[in-house]
C-alpha cells in the first residue's frame, strides 16, 4: 500500500486549536484593558436611556423674504445643525424638522452637553462688519459717545499680521480690558461716526419700526424716513449710549430687526467683561465661509483659527480687508456677528487676499475650536429663536430598557433550554461561546463610546438582542455538520473536521446577508434605527470572529476527550441516538496480516 504524500494535510487534520484561542483571549484582555485604562467601563447611553435636553427651534419670517420658510431651508438648516452639534464631538444628537417652522433638537447627556446648548441657541445668519466704534458694555455717561480714535480700542489687544491675525476672540477667556476714552465734544464724535458711515461701501442706513420706537423710549432722535449720514449717526449715537450689554435682555433686542446692509449696535463678551460695538453693513456673511477650523500654528506654537473662503466670498473678505488696513484702531478691526452679538473682532493691517486668512491671538485651544466650528457651521439660511427647551428624563426610557432586557433574558433563557435538551453535552460549549461573544460586545461598545461617541439607545439593544439568534444559529450549523457525519458512520474527531468545511461556508453566506441588511439599513436611515442597524452589523462581524477562533477550536479540543468521543448518552453524540449507519470500510489492516468481516457460506 501506498504511503500518503508529504506536505498534504489529511482529511481529519486537528489544526492548531491552542493558537486560535491564544488570539481570542489576548483580544479579550486587550480590550478589558482598554475599557479601564480610559476609565470608560460602561457604555455610553443615549437621550432615550441617559436623559438629555430636547430644544425647539422656531423659524423667523425675515423682512423682505415671506418665502424663505420653505422646506429646502429647513432642510439645508437641519443639516447645519446637525453638524454644527456633531462637531463637538457630541454624538447620537437627534436634529429634524416638526411642522413647517419647526427643528427639534436631541442631545444626549454627555460632556459637552452644555457647549452644544450653546452652540443650538445662536442660530441666526452670521456677518461679517467692519467696527466704526467701540466702548465697554455699560451705559455711557450722558454727554459720552463713540470714539473713533485708537483710544477706543480694547487696551492689551495684539498687533496686527498680515497673515489676518487679530484680536481674541470674544469670551476666549484672554481678560483683555476694553475702554473708551470719550473726546471732548459729543459733536466731533459724531462726526467722526457720520463720516465713518458716508465711507465707500456703507450706504444710508433706514432704521426699522422696532429701532425708530427704541429711539423713542430712549429718549433719543427719530430719524427721518430718508434720514441724512449726520441723523443716521444721531440715532446709533442715541442707541449706542444708552445700551447696557450686561443687560440681558438688552443684549438680545440690541439687533432685533436689523437688516444686513443697516449698520447696527451690539453686544460681546471679552472675558469676563462685556464690550459694545457699533457695526457698519454687512460686507460678507456667513455663507461666503468655505471651511474654518481651529488649529496649532506651526511657528509659533499657538492656537489659531484659519478660514477659506469661496470665490465669491474672497473678493468680499479682500475689498473689505483692504479697506479696513488704511484705517486707525478700532476701525481696522472686523466683527464677526452671530445671532446678533459680537464673537470676535480681529484687526487687519492689509488687504488678505487668496480666499485664506487666519486669526490669532489669545486662543485657547477650547476657544480657537468653537469659533472655527461657529464660523464653518454658523450660516443658516433662516433666523430661529428658542420656542422651548425640554429637559428629558431617563425614567420612561429606563422602565422601556427593563422590558427590553427581561424579553432578551427570556429569549436566552429558552435558547439555552433547547440547547441542553436537544445538544445536552454540547450545550456547554455553545453558552461559552456565547458568554466570549457578550463580553467583546460589551467591551467594544464601551470604548467606542469614547472613540467615536457611539451611545447605545433602545433601538441599539434591541440589535444586539437579535444578534442572541444570529449568534446561536451559527452554534446549531456547525453542530448539525458535526451529527450528520456521525450517522454516515465517522468517529468524532474526523467529524469535526470534515464538518468544518460546510458548516464554514454555510455560516459565512447567513452572515454576510445579515451584515448586508445591516449596512444598508445604517446608509438609509437615520436617528435611532442608525443604533440598531450598527449593533446588529458589529454583533455579526463578533459573530464570525467567535465561531472560527473559539467555537471551532474549542470543539477540536473537546473531540479529544473520552465524553465526547466514546460517544457518551449526555455528550449529544450518542451515534445510537443519532442513528449510526455501520462503519463504512468493513475490514482494517493490521501488521502484517488482515481481518476480514465473516463471509456467508453461500457467497464462498
Given at each position: 500500500m501506498a504511503a500518503p504524500k508529504k506536505g498534504r494535510r489529511p482529511t481529519g487534520a486537528q489544526g492548531r486549536p491552542g493558537r486560535a484561542l491564544a488570539i481570542i483571549l489576548i483580544a479579550m484582555v486587550a480590550l478589558t484593558a482598554g475599557m479601564f485604562l480610559t476609565k470608560q467601563t460602561t457604555p455610553r447611553l443615549g437621550i432615550d436611556l441617559a436623559g438629555g435636553t430636547s430644544i425647539t427651534l422656531k423659524a423667523k419670517s425675515e423682512p423682505g423674504k415671506p418665502d424663505a420658510i420653505n422646506p429646502t431651508n429647513m432642510n439645508t438648516a437641519v443639516g447645519i445643525i446637525e453638524r454644527r452639534v456633531n462637531g463637538l464631538g457630541v454624538t447620537e444628537a437627534e436634529v429634524q424638522t416638526q411642522g413647517k417652522d419647526h427643528i427639534i433638537v436631541n442631545i444626549p447627556k454627555g460632556m459637552n452637553e452644555q457647549q452644544a446648548r450653546e452652540q443650538v441657541g445662536t442660530t441666526a445668519q452670521l456677518y461679517f462688519r467692519p467696527v466704526l466704534a467701540f466702548t465697554s458694555g455699560e451705559p455711557a455717561a450722558p454727554n459720552a459717545s463713540p470714539s473713533g480714535s485708537p483710544s477706543g480700542s480694547p487696551s492689551g489687544s495684539p498687533s496686527a499680521s498680515p497673515s489676518g491675525s487679530g484680536a481674541p476672540k470674544a469670551g476666549d477667556g484672554k481678560k483683555a480690558s476694553p475702554s473708551a476714552t470719550p473726546s471732548s465734544s459729543a459733536t466731533s464724535q459724531g462726526r467722526a461716526l457720520s463720516e465713518a458711515l458716508k465711507a465707500p461701501g456703507s450706504p444710508t442706513p433706514s432704521p426699522s419700526a422696532s429701532e425708530s420706537k427704541k429711539a423713542d423710549d430712549n429718549k433719543a432722535p427719530t430719524p427721518s424716513a430718508t434720514p441724512s449720514p449726520d441723523a443716521a449717526a444721531s440715532a446709533l449715537q442715541?442707541?449706542?449710549?444708552?445700551l447696557d450689554c450686561t443687560d440681558e435682555k438688552?443684549?438680545?433686542?440690541?439687533?432685533?430687526?436689523?437688516?444686513?446692509e443697516d449698520p447696527m449696535?451690539?453686544?460681546?463678551?471679552?472675558?469676563?467683561?462685556?464690550?459694545?460695538?457699533?457695526?457698519?453693513?454687512?460686507?460678507?456673511?456667513?455663507?461666503?465661509?468655505?471651511?474654518?477650523?481651529?488649529q496649532i500654528d506651526q511657528q509659533s506654537g499657538q492656537w489659531i483659527v484659519t478660514m477659506q473662503f469661496t470665490d465669491k466670498g474672497a473678493d468680499k473678505f479682500a475689498k473689505i480687508t483692504g479697506d479696513l488696513a488704511a484705517k486707525q484702531p478700532p476701525q481696522n478691526q472686523f466683527a464677526i456677528v452671530l445671532d446678533g452679538q459680537v464673537i470676535s473682532d480681529p484687526s487687519v493691517s492689509q488687504a488678505l487676499t487668496g480666499g485664506n486668512a487666519q486669526i490669532s491671538g489669545g486662543f485657547t485651544q477650547q476657544s480657537a475650536q468653537d469659533l472655527g466650528n461657529m464660523l464653518s457651521y454658523g450660516a443658516l439660511p433662516l433666523s430661529f429663536q428658542e420656542d422651548s427647551v425640554t429637559t428629558v428624563t431617563a425614567a420612561l426610557g429606563g422602565e422601556q430598557l427593563k422590558a427590553g432586557l427581561i424579553a432578551g433574558a427570556i429569549g436566552l433563557l429558552l435558547v439555552v433550554i433547547y440547547l441542553l435538551v436537544y445538544y445536552r453535552g454540547l450545550a456547554f460549549i455553545a453558552i461559552v461561546s456565547l458568554l466570549v461573544?457578550?463580553?467583546?460586545?460589551?467591551t467594544i461598545m464601551a470604548l467606542l463610546g469614547k472613540g467615536i461617541g457611539f451611545a447605545l439607545n433602545l433601538p441599539a439593544?434591541?440589535?444586539?438582542?437579535?444578534?442572541?439568534?444570529?449568534?446561536?444559529?451559527?452554534?446549531?450549523v456547525y453542530f448539525e455538520r458535526i451529527r450528520d457525519e456521525i450517522r454516515e458512520g465517522r468517529t468524532l474527531r474526523?467529524?469535526?473536521?470534515?464538518?468544518?468545511?460546510?458548516?464554514?461556508?454555510?455560516?459565512?453566506?447567513?452572515?454576510?446577508?445579515?451584515?448586508?441588511?445591516?449596512?444598508?439599513?445604517?446608509?438609509v436611515t437615520v436617528g435611532k434605527v442608525q443604533g440598531f442597524a450598527f449593533t446588529l452589523g458589529l454583533t455579526t462581524l463578533l459573530d464570525?470572529?467567535?465561531?472560527?477562533?473559539?467555537?471551532?477550536?474549542?470543539m477540536t479540543l473537546l473531540a479529544r476527550t473520552k465524553f465526547f468521543s466514546s460517544g457518551h448518552p449526555w455528550s449529544g453524540l450518542d451515534p445510537k441516538r443519532l442513528g449510526a449507519k455501520p462503519p463504512l470500510r468493513r475490514s482494517r489492516r493490521t501488521g502484517s496480516g488482515t481481518v476480514s468481516a465473516p463471509v456467508d457460506a453461500k457467497e464462498a
Amino acid at each position: 500500500m501506498a504511503a500518503p504524500k508529504k506536505g498534504r494535510r489529511p482529511t481529519g487534520a486537528q489544526g492548531r486549536p491552542g493558537r486560535a484561542l491564544a488570539i481570542i483571549l489576548i483580544a479579550m484582555v486587550a480590550l478589558t484593558a482598554g475599557m479601564f485604562l480610559t476609565k470608560q467601563t460602561t457604555p455610553r447611553l443615549g437621550i432615550d436611556l441617559a436623559g438629555g435636553t430636547s430644544i425647539t427651534l422656531k423659524a423667523k419670517s425675515e423682512p423682505g423674504k415671506p418665502d424663505a420658510i420653505n422646506p429646502t431651508n429647513m432642510n439645508t438648516a437641519v443639516g447645519i445643525i446637525e453638524r454644527r452639534v456633531n462637531g463637538l464631538g457630541v454624538t447620537e444628537a437627534e436634529v429634524q424638522t416638526q411642522g413647517k417652522d419647526h427643528i427639534i433638537v436631541n442631545i444626549p447627556k454627555g460632556m459637552n452637553e452644555q457647549q452644544a446648548r450653546e452652540q443650538v441657541g445662536t442660530t441666526a445668519q452670521l456677518y461679517f462688519r467692519p467696527v466704526l466704534a467701540f466702548t465697554s458694555g455699560e451705559p455711557a455717561a450722558p454727554n459720552a459717545s463713540p470714539s473713533g480714535s485708537p483710544s477706543g480700542s480694547p487696551s492689551g489687544s495684539p498687533s496686527a499680521s498680515p497673515s489676518g491675525s487679530g484680536a481674541p476672540k470674544a469670551g476666549d477667556g484672554k481678560k483683555a480690558s476694553p475702554s473708551a476714552t470719550p473726546s471732548s465734544s459729543a459733536t466731533s464724535q459724531g462726526r467722526a461716526l457720520s463720516e465713518a458711515l458716508k465711507a465707500p461701501g456703507s450706504p444710508t442706513p433706514s432704521p426699522s419700526a422696532s429701532e425708530s420706537k427704541k429711539a423713542d423710549d430712549n429718549k433719543a432722535p427719530t430719524p427721518s424716513a430718508t434720514p441724512s449720514p449726520d441723523a443716521a449717526a444721531s440715532a446709533l449715537q442715541a442707541k449706542f449710549a444708552a445700551l447696557d450689554c450686561t443687560d440681558e435682555k438688552q443684549r438680545a433686542t440690541a439687533a432685533q430687526g436689523v437688516k444686513p446692509e443697516d449698520p447696527m449696535v451690539a453686544c460681546g463678551q471679552r472675558g469676563d467683561t462685556w464690550g459694545k460695538w457699533v457695526l457698519g453693513p454687512a460686507a460678507v456673511n456667513g455663507q461666503d465661509v468655505d471651511d474654518a477650523k481651529g488649529q496649532i500654528d506651526q511657528q509659533s506654537g499657538q492656537w489659531i483659527v484659519t478660514m477659506q473662503f469661496t470665490d465669491k466670498g474672497a473678493d468680499k473678505f479682500a475689498k473689505i480687508t483692504g479697506d479696513l488696513a488704511a484705517k486707525q484702531p478700532p476701525q481696522n478691526q472686523f466683527a464677526i456677528v452671530l445671532d446678533g452679538q459680537v464673537i470676535s473682532d480681529p484687526s487687519v493691517s492689509q488687504a488678505l487676499t487668496g480666499g485664506n486668512a487666519q486669526i490669532s491671538g489669545g486662543f485657547t485651544q477650547q476657544s480657537a475650536q468653537d469659533l472655527g466650528n461657529m464660523l464653518s457651521y454658523g450660516a443658516l439660511p433662516l433666523s430661529f429663536q428658542e420656542d422651548s427647551v425640554t429637559t428629558v428624563t431617563a425614567a420612561l426610557g429606563g422602565e422601556q430598557l427593563k422590558a427590553g432586557l427581561i424579553a432578551g433574558a427570556i429569549g436566552l433563557l429558552l435558547v439555552v433550554i433547547y440547547l441542553l435538551v436537544y445538544y445536552r453535552g454540547l450545550a456547554f460549549i455553545a453558552i461559552v461561546s456565547l458568554l466570549v461573544s457578550a463580553i467583546l460586545t460589551y467591551t467594544i461598545m464601551a470604548l467606542l463610546g469614547k472613540g467615536i461617541g457611539f451611545a447605545l439607545n433602545l433601538p441599539a439593544v434591541c440589535g444586539a438582542i437579535v444578534a442572541i439568534g444570529i449568534t446561536a444559529d451559527s452554534f446549531i450549523v456547525y453542530f448539525e455538520r458535526i451529527r450528520d457525519e456521525i450517522r454516515e458512520g465517522r468517529t468524532l474527531r474526523p467529524a469535526v473536521e470534515r464538518a468544518w468545511p460546510r458548516a464554514r461556508r454555510t455560516i459565512l453566506v447567513s452572515d454576510f446577508v445579515s451584515f448586508l441588511a445591516a449596512a444598508v439599513l445604517f446608509i438609509v436611515t437615520v436617528g435611532k434605527v442608525q443604533g440598531f442597524a450598527f449593533t446588529l452589523g458589529l454583533t455579526t462581524l463578533l459573530d464570525v470572529v467567535v465561531v472560527f477562533l473559539f467555537t471551532k477550536p474549542v470543539m477540536t479540543l473537546l473531540a479529544r476527550t473520552k465524553f465526547f468521543s466514546s460517544g457518551h448518552p449526555w455528550s449529544g453524540l450518542d451515534p445510537k441516538r443519532l442513528g449510526a449507519k455501520p462503519p463504512l470500510r468493513r475490514s482494517r489492516r493490521t501488521g502484517s496480516g488482515t481481518v476480514s468481516a465473516p463471509v456467508d457460506a453461500k457467497e464462498a
